[in-house]
């Protein structure tokens, strides 16, 4: 049985509220760079850059990263080293992703790590919060939730 819990309005406002609070905290910042973990965080961080293009004068840069290919990530080395990184996630669950893939942007040198999902489960195994939240949801550990893209952006429990 699969529970909606953020519907495609939702989502968009969810991501723009997320992109509202970026501006905010990074308001001395003329460019940011935002990362998506592929595959689905990287539509979320498309999306931000979107929001962010609407509501800011930011330079966004962009890229990804795949968790199992972090050599592919010194691709963007240059816009990451002294600039202000936004890594960007669907749905954090134990925080492994996350931690992985912040280690191995730190190693860049960028001037401010922040980090950003559309829902947390809390299930953390890794020390790393998220600094912007969609929504934070207790779950069990069997269950499981999944950001569905097509045909509607949905968020799916199941």
């Given at each position: 049985?699969?529970?909606?819990?953020?519907?495609?309005?939702?989502?968009?406002?969810t991501?723009?509220?997320?992109?509202?609070?970026?501006?905010?905290?990074?308001?001395?910042?003329?460019?940011?760079?935002?990362?998506g973990?592929?595959?689905?965080?990287?539509?979320?961080?498309?999306?931000?850059?979107?929001?962010?293009?609407?509501?800011?004068?930011f330079?966004?840069?962009?890229?990804?990263i795949?968790?199992?290919?972090?050599?592919?990530l010194?691709?963007?080395?240059?816009?990451?080293?002294?600039?202000?990184?936004?890594?960007?996630?669907?749905?954090?669950?134990?925080?492994?992703?996350?931690m992985?893939?912040?280690?191995?942007?730190?190693?860049?040198?960028?001037?401010?790590?922040?980090?950003?999902?559309?829902?947390?489960?809390?299930?953390?195994?890794?020390?790393?919060?998220?600094?912007?939240?969609?929504?934070?949801?207790?779950?069990?550990?069997?269950?499981?939730?999944?950001?569905m893209?097509?045909?509607?952006?949905?968020?799916?429990?199941?």
């Amino acid at each position: 049985m699969k529970t909606i819990i953020l519907d495609d309005t939702r989502i968009e406002r969810t991501i723009k509220r997320i992109a509202f609070q970026i501006v905010e905290h990074c308001h001395e910042h003329d460019a940011i760079t935002l990362i998506g973990l592929k595959p689905r965080g990287v539509w979320v961080a498309e999306k931000i850059q979107v929001a962010l293009n609407e509501i800011s004068e930011f330079k966004v840069n962009f890229g990804a990263i795949d968790i199992d290919d972090l050599s592919a990530l010194h691709g963007i080395a240059g816009s990451v080293e002294g600039q202000s990184v936004v890594l960007v996630d669907d749905v954090i669950k134990s925080g492994e992703t996350m931690m992985m893939a912040a280690s191995a942007i730190v190693n860049l040198k960028p001037q401010m790590l922040i980090t950003a999902c559309l829902v947390d489960r809390k299930h953390r195994r890794f020390p790393i919060q998220c600094d912007f939240t969609g929504l934070s949801l207790a779950t069990t550990m069997q269950e499981h939730i999944q950001l569905m893209i097509k045909p509607k952006p949905t968020i799916y429990l199941e």
